[in-house]
């Protein structure tokens, strides 16, 4: 079992660590910067493999790593978006199924997510496979007794310039004109780095509109409760949670969440949280950093004063 990971500009992608993890610790890093990318795995992987190449090219990617990973019974790909453009192109290259979406991988086969979450379904496959796995489902914790990673490059030849594959036809990869940064608006929760939550104690939907402002005044992402999102308050697919997107910010700020088992399951691990609650002793004031302890539709208009947000109602000066 192997852990195959696309990098970019020396960082390992959403879920990366949980995929060496899962595979026992042996890594092939693909792309840009791997041997600095190789570093944030250290206490996760004991075995590191590197092949450096500019760009991404699932499709000429593929048609080189074919042999080099048909030896493997499973490989196992992050489920973020790299991931998800190249494990369909290498399992095809390589003739095998394709597991994706997996909450968790065994040698035999996976347990694998359907319906949005709600039904989870455990696959038997005879023989080897190509899974990809579920940011935020297993976490990555590292142990000390091990050691810095010593990345190994791959000595495989390069591609041609437009890739070949196992066939001998042509790979065809499309032409990257630009790489636009994401929205913090619109991008996948379970993608983004910041996140600015509510729950019921923001109190209506006109407060939670403000917040969702706020958030991207402050270049974050929104998000709530499954509870705001059964009152329409939010699309369902901004909602964190068990039933909703696992996600795994740098930094997490809950307004008016109490910390429900259901919404603080989907947290993954924030590396920073803040929570604001008039309840100080609720699981979610717990959880956090920083606990702010007053009225979060208060702090919200508050935000929004200074970060001259429009908010329905309110006086101009």
């Not at 390069?158 to 036809?169: H, I, K, M, N, W």
């Not at 608006?185 to 509109?209: C, F, H, N, Q, Y």
């Not at 001259?308 to 006086?315: I, R």
């Amino acid at each position: 079992m192997i852990a195959l990971v696309p990098v970019r500009a020396g960082r390992l992608p959403l879920g990366g660590a949980e995929a060496v993890a899962e595979a026992g610790g042996r890594a092939l890093l693909v792309g840009d910067g791997t041997v600095e990318a190789a570093v944030e795995l250290t206490g996760v992987a004991s075995d590191v493999r590197t092949w450096e190449q500019a760009g991404f090219s699932p499709g000429a990617w593929s048609a080189v790593l074919g042999p080099v990973l048909r030896g493997e019974d499973v490989v196992i790909l992050p489920n973020a978006p790299d991931g998800r453009d190249l494990a369909p192109r290498l399992a095809y290259a390589l003739d095998l199924p394709l597991l994706a979406g997996a909450v968790a991988v065994r040698n035999d086969g996976a347990t694998v997510a359907r319906q949005g979450g709600l039904i989870m379904e455990d696959i038997v496959v005879d023989g080897p496979f190509v899974a990809t796995l579920q940011p935020g489902v297993r976490g990555a914790e590292a142990d000390p007794a091990l050691e810095a990673p010593v990345p190994q490059p791959l000595d495989i030849d390069q591609p041609r310039e437009a890739g070949v594959d196992l066939s001998g036809g042509r790979a065809v990869d499309a032409e990257v004109i630009e790489v636009i940064p994401p929205d913090p608006a619109t991008m996948d929760l379970s993608e983004a780095p910041r996140i600015v939550s509510g729950g019921a104690g923001l109190g209506s939907k006109a407060t939670m509109d403000v917040l969702g402002q706020v958030a991207e005044a402050l270049g974050c992402s929104a998000g709530g409760t499954r509870v705001i999102t059964d009152w329409g308050w939010l699309p369902f697919e901004r909602q964190i949670g068990t039933t909703g997107v696992t996600v795994h910010p740098e930094l997490y700020l809950a307004f008016g969440i109490s910390g429900a088992v259901q919404h603080v399951a989907g947290l993954g691990d924030p590396a920073h949280v803040i929570s604001v609650n008039t309840d100080a002793s609720c699981p979610m004031m717990s959880l956090a950093d920083l606990a702010v302890v007053t009225d979060a539709p208060a702090l919200v208009a508050e935000l929004a004063r200074r970060l001259e947000v429009d908010q329905p109602g309110a006086e101009h000066d």
